[in-house]
């Protein structure tokens, strides 16, 4: 216990317990300088159909291709080529070589809800916490492990290390103060100048708190007070400059993802691209999911351009630190209904850009039957002998990629380390 | 539980509260003292800090806690901390439901939601504070209804009055107690696939602590998910399937009656459907029935529940986790133990299993090395905002929503709070939001309390309006801290605070501001978001 009080008192001590709400780092200044690789999570909900971008599975009795569309190649990237969704091949023209499409991954359910649990634990049990929130355990460096921007997230246990700005913008009142002008009743606030005194108070009693704890548990509560008294002092410090109000838009998401990466703020953002209702096409398939999938490579081609050109807190550009994952927790049939709508299917693709993967490749696939093809975890090649890829293998790479051992979390999974460059 | 010392009660009102300031209270940090141990039994069990009268009243005579912990059992303020302590577990207050409460022609969507979920809930508190068995959870023929439950679903109420009032289903439903409300079953949804499976999982999760999503499942390659028969063949014969479905299924098939199919009608969500009872027959093939023996349907479903290995010991269990947290009940075999021979003894009385988990060492001595992993435990959000709220007496509201008790506008997850959905664990330390909850909390609070019209019971007028001398603003700097966190200052803690006054007048700040400004600072103290 010596350790984690000395620890904290010095954290006490350090520029986080700086006088002022606000004030604590020059202007333009970072939080941290943390290092291992960051993540930035893009979520389609509702299922999206991968035989309209990741899978061309022209010429099959059993799949429903659309007319227009015709199968293309990229460099190493095949992929579905449609007039209607120009996005699409503009962005492997444009990171092709960064991308790994990965094709044909099992989500063993056909129900929304218990496929995200699937998609994003590996589980459909309450309490077990996602990818992100795994990693952001083990991330206790960053002022914000994993900051939600939008969508589902399941912290599970860590909810400490997970935060989400909120629906109605609740962080950003938080940070700033407006939402004590939202609340009824309420009176008078104090000046800035005696807010600062105050602040100078409270961390004098998060420093009491801990010399005066006596026992195990009180030191355990004082001390995570003070880490987390800190952490919300440097929070609210850069609050200012981030663009907190996204305006509903993935546009707004990603401006502030990378705001926030680029100031050390968080080590992984969650990000959602529409909604559920958006894409579960269950009729009109192709009338919904063809300007979705054209909005959504627009964003992204977006968003990678913006991790070029912003730095991080080292002077690197983001993209050399950073991967995207973009997902949808279930597919889609292979052939339409009687609505032209498809239903729910348990295979789904997986998008990954950026830096920890072999880019410009297909990995996976599905077969006639559309089922997913076995692979060889060590290579990603296809494999007749090797493992039936599904969401918790997807899980363990992830967890290897950051650094934290998956064989403690995911007994008998093996990561599928011939993706990762 | 023994009667309150009369005498003593009256001789400490008679003295009023400066002779209560004249009682030496101890600073100390541990509970063996019997203000912390009432700090924790007031937040616990009414969700408020003890008043000063009371925190005196325990120094004197420790043994009067048990009688306040009697006494606040029997209170009417425990249904709403019963709501507050189950609500993690039986995760239905949610921020949306399977449709909004413009589907009913409501207009107040915060209203609607609270009522939705609540009502499972109050059907528990009403079970406690009535001393009524626990069992009446899954048998009871009736339930409870506040104004808006009685407009959306077809339930007569006991009286017109505002609130949750004993009520009664008007269309023949089985008594299914807190499982007929239809907060429930807007909630835990299913479709004609999921053939009421996950409605059979929250009923086995809340009632037997049997949470069939915990269990591993293994979904072999030759399932074809997409295919109706040969899955249902599959969920018949294949051994990963069955294991769990030949338990499951059976249950489920109990809850047809509450099927809705059309979207549009309201009636679809919030009315049982007698006729829909045979659904199975066509959707899952397997008729009602309960861990193996076949019934006729959910009327016989609820007393085999409460009769089922598991019922008693979830119920204990949870009463023991509410309370202390989940290491502690793990650690603590005799005191679980002890719990159950209450409920034995009671006749299934949760009341008594309650009075007895706060008997216990694990409960009693917070604060304690012995106490090994229990000890002082972090508030929930909700207890944050109402220990502070009550502190002047308010009930705060962000743009017509809570502030803790939901994520739409609220701050509930932000608090450390469940929203259950996503977060569906309470945070077990304190986290860089909550922290920052606590801050905006202590500012609306001291803000009210130094309002000049709204002196309250924190403030004389006179504090407000001039510098006190020492010994008048010690007192006062006391009080504030026995209010606020159940103990009085150290000497330093005077010391600091004095400073911070004198720096906040020598700003210019009135002496109404800078009372704010120590009371603001005191409301952060991490001592105030735990017990």
Redesign the interface.
């Known amino acids: 216990m010596l350790t984690r009080r000395q620890l904290l008192a010095a954290a006490l001590a350090s520029p986080l317990a700086l006088p002022a709400l606000g004030a604590l780092f020059p202007a333009g200044g970072s939080l941290s300088t943390q290092g291992g690789l960051r993540f930035i999570y893009v979520l389609a909900p509702g299922g999206w159909d991968t035989t309209r971008v990741f899978m061309p599975q022209f010429g099959q009795d059993l799949v429903d291709m659309e007319a227009d569309a015709t199968s293309a190649q990229i460099g190493g990237i095949s992929f579905v080529d449609h007039p209607d969704r120009p996005s699409v091949r503009a962005f492997f023209q444009a990171w092709g070589a960064r991308s790994l499409v990965l094709n044909g991954m099992l989500v063993p359910s056909v129900a929304h809800r218990a496929c995200m649990r699937l998609l994003l634990t590996g589980s459909i049990a309450d309490g077990q916490p996602d990818w992100p929130a795994l990693v952001a355990a083990a991330s206790t460096d960053w002022t914000i492990p994993h900051l939600v921007l939008d969508g589902p997230a399941f912290p599970g246990p860590y909810g400490g290390s997970v935060v989400r700005t909120g629906s109605g913008g609740q962080l950003a009142g938080l940070l700033d103060g407006s939402i004590v002008d939202r609340v009824t009743p309420s009176a008078g606030r104090l000046s800035p100048e005696l807010l600062a005194l105050v602040d100078q108070r409270a961390r004098d009693r998060a420093s009491a708190a801990l010399e005066r704890a006596t026992t195990t548990r009180d030191q355990g509560l004082a001390a995570a007070h003070a880490d987390a008294l800190g952490r919300a002092l440097a929070l609210t410090s850069v609050a200012p400059d981030l663009p907190w109000d996204t305006g509903g838009t993935f546009d707004g998401q990603v401006d502030l993802a990378v705001a926030a990466l680029a100031r050390g703020l968080c080590r992984s953002c969650g990000l959602t691209f529409a909604t559920e209702r958006d894409w579960d096409s269950h009729y009109l398939n192709d009338e919904r999911q063809s300007p979705l999938y054209e909005s959504l490579f627009a964003g992204l081609d977006r968003l990678v351009g913006l991790l070029d050109t912003t730095l991080d807190p080292d002077g690197a550009p983001l993209s050399q630190r950073t991967l995207i994952v973009v997902l949808s927790e279930m597919g889609r049939t292979p052939l339409l209904n009687g609505s032209k709508g498809k239903d729910h299917w348990p295979y789904t693709s997986a998008l990954l850009v950026g830096t920890g993967v072999t880019g410009d490749r297909v990995v996976g696939g599905l077969d006639e039957g559309s089922a997913g093809l076995y692979m060889d975890p060590s290579t990603g090649e296809l494999d007749a002998k090797g493992i039936e890829v599904s969401t918790v293998h997807l899980g363990a790479t992830l967890l290897t990629l950051a650094g934290v051992d998956p064989s403690e979390l995911l007994s008998d999974i093996d990561p599928l380390l011939g993706l990762l460059s | 539980m023994r009667g309150r010392l009369p005498g003593l009660w009256l001789g400490l009102g008679l003295l009023g509260l400066s002779a209560c300031k004249k009682i030496e209270l101890s600073p100390g ?2 509970l063996d003292d019997p203000q912390a141990l009432l700090a924790r039994a007031s937040m616990d069990l009414r969700g408020q800090r003890p008043s000063e009268q009371e925190l005196a009243l325990a120094v004197v005579d420790p043994a009067s806690v048990d009688d306040d912990i009697a006494a606040w059992l029997d209170a009417p303020t425990l249904s709403d901390r019963l709501v507050a302590l189950w609500g993690p577990i039986w ?1 239905t207050q949610a921020d949306e439901y399977l449709v909004p409460a413009a589907a009913f022609g409501e207009q107040d969507e915060p209203a609607f939601l609270r009522s939705v979920g609540q009502q499972p809930l109050r059907h528990l508190a009403r079970v406690v504070t009535d001393d009524r068995p626990w069992s009446q959870l899954i048998t009871a023929d009736w339930t409870v209804a506040d104004p808006l439950m009685a407009r959306i679903a077809p339930l007569e109420r006991e009286s017109d009055a505002d609130g949750w009032q004993l009520a009664w289903y008007t269309d023949y439903r089985p008594a299914l107690g807190a499982f007929d409300s239809p907060g429930m079953y807007l909630r835990f949804t299913s ?1 004609e ?2 053939a009421q499976r996950s409605r059979a999982n929250a009923m086995s ?1 809340i009632l037997l602590c049997d ?1 069939f ?3 591993p ?1 293994s ?1 072999g ?1 030759g399932v074809a ?2 295919d109706q028969e040969a899955a249902q063949e599959a969920i018949r014969t294949d051994p990963s399937c069955k294991a769990c479905h030949d338990t499951l299924d059976p249950i489920a098939a109990n809850f047809w009656g509450f099927h809705q199919m059309f979207d549009s009608a309201p009636r679809e969500y919030t009315w049982y459907h007698p006729e829909r009872e045979v659904f199975w027959e066509v959707w899952s093939g397997v008729g009602p029935g309960f861990q193996g023996q076949n019934i006729q349907g959910a009327h016989e479903l609820g007393p085999l529940v409460a009769a089922a290995d598991g019922f008693t010991s979830c119920a204990v269990s949870q009463a023991r986790q509410v309370l202390l947290q989940d290491a502690v009940q793990a650690a603590d075999p005799d005191g679980t133990e002890r719990s159950r021979q209450a409920y034995d003894a009671s006749g299934g009385r949760m009341k008594a299993v309650l009075w007895s988990v706060t008997q216990q060492p694990a409960w009693r001595a917070v ?3 012995s ?6 435990k ?1 508030i929930s959000a909700d207890l944050l905002e109402s220990s502070m709220a009550g502190l002047v007496g ?1 009930t ?4 017509g929503w809570g ?1 803790t008790d939901n ?5 509930r ?2 608090a ?1 709070g469940v929203d259950g959905r ?16 606590q ?2 909390l202590a ?2 609070v001291a ?2 309390a ?2 000049d019209d ?1 002196p309250g019971a924190l403030f004389a007028a006179d504090d407000l309006s001039a510098d006190l001398d020492t010994a008048a603003w010690n007192d006062r700097d006391r009080s504030l801290s026995l209010r606020v966190l159940s103990r009085p200052p ?1 000497e ?2 005077l010391s ?2 004095r400073a ?1 006054y004198d ?2 007048r020598a ?1 210019g ?1 009135t002496p109404a ?1 800078a009372w ?3 009371l ?3 409301l ?4 105030a ?2 017990d």
Request: aromatic share 4%; net charge negative; no cysteine.
């Open positions: 940090t541990t995760l479709t696939f999921n999760r949470d999503l915990a269990r499942i979904v390659r998910l997409l604060g304690q090395e106490a090994g992993d229990a000890g002082r972090l308010a705060f509201r962000l743009d502030l994520d739409r506008e609220g701050l997850t932000l450390g996503f977060q569906t664990q309470p945070a077990d330390r304190p986290t860089p939001t909550s922290v920052l909850v801050a905006r500012e609306l803000g009210l130094t309002q709204r150290t330093d803690e600091a605070d911070l720096a906040a700003t700040a501001q704010q400004a120590v603001t600072a005191l952060r103290d991490p001592a978001m735990w």
